[in-house]
């Protein structure tokens, strides 16, 4: 009896405190969702432009579905490893590296002992040449060094690499580039644009019908297989002066630009984003603060954005269009 008393008052007890715990977060919503919207309208320029992004990013959680934001980091800088990896394994994101091979062992470079761990943990270990070479300049046989020797490079490590990433974002336009990388791999990406459309139809200055690597006409099209358009984050950081708020409020703007596009629950508009050293630096061009990296996931994880990596973005050869896998 006086142990069926106790585990009754101690029930009691668990209700309460659970009580007390829901009425306090209950209270608090109305405060955090105040104090996030109050955050990002001091940060925007022009709020009433930019309100349409200030909702879309409190919206319930039934329309998270339809915020998807590949990520990747390029040159296998060792910042990648010492400060973004913590950040995106804090938030739960995983992310696609881009890797020299033949650069690994450079200073500030991340070597295969990191890259082993990255892998280990579910990041995306893909190919970006062997020396980061500017493709438009050379021979056949140097491209087929770069482009397909930096794969059997990784693969000798152990990493299937079924994507490239063009250096300095060169070649996308050039068929022998294009036809080179089109032997080894199943997709690549070049720069610069804030949204891919997965159906490469949206592109205003580039009209085209579908993804393939040609139109009918023979000429290499805008966005297609080997050419899927990401933004190099570092334009966005130069344009802004390096200045943390501006950054911060040109980011949630470009993640939000997909809403309109993606309605009904399909998605068909996507910001590839684009890093390269995520460290200390602050005001240093292809350097990304890690405070800042941590607030623009922080955004992402705060605002029921998926975060997926190259891998997960598949191509159906029948409709000639990207797609996320799984979704
Ligand atoms: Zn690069």
Redesign the pocket.
Known sequence: MIILLLSRRRIFQDLVAAAVVIITVTALLPIIAYGELQYLANQLPTPNQYGAYINAGITSSSTTNNKVVILSF??NRKGDFTYAKPILDKYGFKATF?V?CGKTTDIGAMNWQDIAAMQSDGMDIES?TMT?AHLNTLSQSQLDFEIGGSKQCLASHAYNTTIF?Y??NEGSNNPVVVNTVAKYYNMARSGTEPLMFLDCVGFKKNPQTDCRTYSPAGKLNYANKYDARSLSFDVVEIKDSFNNAAIFSDFVKIVNSQAKYNQGGKINAVPLVTF?NVDLATNTPYHTNSGLFDQLMKYLHDNGFRVLTFKQLGYNTQSNTFYLKGA
């Open positions: 390029d040159d881009f020299i970006h980061h990433a250096p300095y390269h």
